[in-house]
């Protein structure tokens, strides 16, 4: 399989993927639970003189799996599986960064400061993944690039046009397009079929505690 890390340039892709990540994530509404004191909500129903007890559960959530209908589907599908469960730990723990980079960004006023953080930040990145990077293929690091939308509701280009600038945006652009990345690519389950199936193949694996959710609203959802 092609390596979309095997030289310095590659890594330094990947490695601004999850920056983008870090410094851009989408802001979810904390959701909270508490437990009833009470326990369960139950109870007894008589029938014909029967009693049955009866008791509430916790909702229980259902992903199907898709259809798939020859050998090549499944082994795609299979493939894909494999793909996703490699990239999504790197997405949970640069979104779990996330807020500690924004707080540390949102007190620094001055332009040059904040790019001096960031930069140093890209740096940490570096010397944290590069190994793993290293090891990732080129359709996996497109893979990390919609994930990135899925997070952050934004695609990578306009997230470094942003928190960068225009020239940056078009250069890292080109340098992934090298690499078939193309950081302008959301991410649209709905309309494509390979992000059907990695919205499917994420729910099913959030659902079975496989993977854990970055964002806090899933992981209330799925953690159960």
């Given at each position: 399989m092609a390596k979309v890390a095997g030289n310095k340039t590659g890594v330094k892709?990947?490695?601004?993927?999850?920056?983008?990540?870090?410094?851009?994530?989408?802001?979810?509404?904390?959701?909270?639970?508490?437990?009833d004191p009470k326990g369960l909500l139950s109870g007894q129903l008589i029938v014909d003189g029967d009693t049955v007890p009866w008791s509430v559960l916790d909702e229980v959530l259902f992903v199907a799996k898709p259809t798939l209908n020859d050998f090549q589907a499944r082994r795609n599908y299979y493939a894909l599986m494999k793909k996703v469960s490699r990239v999504y730990p790197y997405v949970r723990e640069a979104a779990?960064?996330?807020?500690?980079?924004?707080?540390q960004l949102e007190g620094i006023d001055r332009k040059r400061q904040r790019r001096k953080y960031t930069k140093s930040y890209q740096k940490y990145l570096e010397e944290r993944f590069e190994p793993e990077l290293r090891k990732l293929t080129r359709s996996e690091g497109?893979?990390?690039?919609?994930?990135?939308?899925?997070?952050?509701?934004?695609?990578?280009?306009e997230i470094i046009k942003t928190h960068r600038n225009g020239w940056s945006a078009r250069f890292w652009s080109m340098t992934a397009w090298w690499?078939?990345?193309?950081?302008?690519?959301?991410?649209?389950?709905?309309?494509?079929?390979?992000?059907?199936?990695?919205?499917?193949?994420?729910l099913r694996k959030f659902i079975a505690g496989e993977l854990i959710p970055a964002r806090a609203d899933e992981r209330i959802l799925y953690q159960r």
């Open positions: 892709v990947l490695f601004t993927l999850l920056w983008c990540l870090s410094v851009h994530a989408q802001k979810v509404d904390t959701l909270s639970t508490a437990p779990l960064r996330m807020d500690s980079v924004n707080m497109q893979i990390l690039s919609k994930l990135i939308y899925r997070e952050t509701n934004t695609s990578v280009y690499y078939d990345i193309d950081l302008k690519r959301p991410y649209d389950p709905e309309n494509d079929a390979e992000d059907r199936l990695i919205e499917n193949i994420l």
